[in-house]
């Protein structure tokens, strides 16, 4: 993935760039998250922006692309989201990712930076060839408490800097308008819904590792 122009240093307060001057590699960015807290909404649905998300000091996953994808930015690297979306929202959520390229020339590989409160649906690291290889690591890990899998479709690389500029990383109002961009744009199926009937459901110790919280529900 060529280079991005790095973001202007005016965007940022001192102490915001004194944070992204460390975050420079994808696994910096990836264990700095995994020290924040999880954002339950516990007050109610929340799309903050970078700049929102280190005075809050916590993240759901979209809240955490969004950041990743600021700091990737900040050191002049492109960092288009990824949207995985699921077949039932009413059980289930959608995960957003923020995706980078590391290697050189052919050898060049996708991984992706991850904000969750599980033990799945994490970092991954840069060995993937295609967005949809990354995409399919994923796929027996979305599972229902029942075992239902349930990853249906992933979007295009969505890059947030060419569609809605650089104002969204310091905005004090919350990026709804991204997130309903991600969501509605170009998606892809996992699988022809024929193959839905070959889907096996997780197998109950793969539920049981499942379950595992990083952050307990305050």
Not at 130 to 135: D, G, M, N, S
Not at 155 to 167: A, L, N, W
Request: glycine share 4%; hydrophobic share 35%.
């Amino acid at each position: 993935m060529s280079s991005s122009p790095k973001l202007k240093k005016s965007l940022f307060s001192k102490k915001e760039q004194n944070v992204f001057n460390k975050l420079n590699t994808p696994a910096k960015i990836q264990d700095f998250l995994d020290r924040m807290p999880f954002n339950f909404e516990e007050e109610g649905e929340t799309y903050r922006s970078p700049r929102e998300v280190l005075k809050a000091g916590k993240a759901h996953c979209f809240e955490g692309a969004v950041f990743a994808a600021a700091a990737l930015y900040f050191h002049g690297r492109k960092a288009p989201l990824l949207d995985l979306k699921v077949s039932d929202l009413k059980k289930d959520a959608d995960h957003t990712v923020t995706l980078f390229k590391e290697g050189k020339g052919k050898n060049k590989r996708w991984g992706a930076i991850s904000k969750t409160n599980h033990a799945v649906l994490r970092f991954r690291d840069p060995v993937y060839k295609t967005v949809r290889e990354l995409t399919m690591s994923y796929f027996h890990e979305y599972f229902l408490d029942d075992g239902k899998k349930t990853l249906i479709s992933f979007s295009t690389p969505f890059d947030i800097v060419k569609k809605f500029g650089e104002k969204w990383i310091t905005a004090e109002e919350d990026l709804d308008k991204i997130a309903l961009a991600l969501d509605k744009s170009k998606h892809f199926p996992i699988y022809p819904a024929s193959q839905k009937k070959y889907i096996r459901r997780a197998s109950l110790i793969e539920r049981k590792a499942a379950s595992l919280e990083e952050w307990e529900f305050p």
